[in-house]
């Protein structure tokens, strides 16, 4: 019996090895799968608050079709890009650059011809003094911020994520676990922006 028990003492060092690692292994996995868990949570949150933006835009070019001689470029524009921006879907478990960079652009796009249309709005008092314009307006401006904060939070469990999933010694075993992208400034937000009266 003396003899095994060198053996029986290095089976024993071993299991207790195997076990600790196959409970080091699940709990990597566990917390790799909450803080993705985490991501598409505020994934949705940023489609929510896009969402919330294009109802109001719908409303608000309602509200300005009844502004006589209104341009009707200038709608056609928010309308198309709003459009897009809607066609445009992202699985957030498998988030990839290019989808990501694709629905910033379209989204930018958006953006870019609101910004049109409320700037042009300047020109027409009536809708200037319209109620519901200007509480959609009011809406929009709120739901602008709401895309920021949903934005910003996102970022921050991305962070969260990719520095768990790519750490060592995680990365060893979270190899089916890819690094997601975060949300950048369109190009150009650097440059100060030009205003004309």
């Known amino acids: 019996m003396r003899r095994f028990l060198p053996w029986i003492i290095g089976i024993g060092i071993v299991g207790i090895i195997a076990l600790v690692l196959i409970v080091w292994v699940i709990g990597a996995k566990n917390t790799a799968l909450r803080y993705n868990q985490a991501v598409g949570k505020e994934w949705g949150n940023v489609e929510t608050a896009y969402q919330r933006r294009n109802d109001l835009i719908g409303n608000l070019v309602n509200t300005v079709k009844g502004a006589a001689d209104f341009e009707k470029s200038t709608l056609t524009a928010v309308i198309e890009a709003r459009a897009k921006a809607t066609s445009v879907s992202i699985d957030p478990t498998n988030i990839t650059p290019e989808q990501f960079a694709q ?54 469990s991305v962070e ?8 060592m010694p995680q990365s060893f075993v979270l190899g089916s676990y890819k690094e997601k992208p975060y949300f950048k400034s369109v190009e150009g937000a650097d440059k100060p922006v030009e205003v004309k009266f």
């Open 103 to 156: 629905f910033q652009q379209a989204q930018s796009g958006v953006s870019s011809s609101l910004s049109r249309l409320l700037v042009s709005v300047e020109r027409y008092p009536e809708l200037k003094a319209n109620g519901n314009f200007l509480k959609l307006q009011d809406e929009l401006a709120s739901t602008e911020n709401q895309i920021l904060t949903s934005r910003t939070r996102f970022n921050e």
């Open 160 to 167: 969260v994520y990719n520095g768990y999933v790519l750490a």
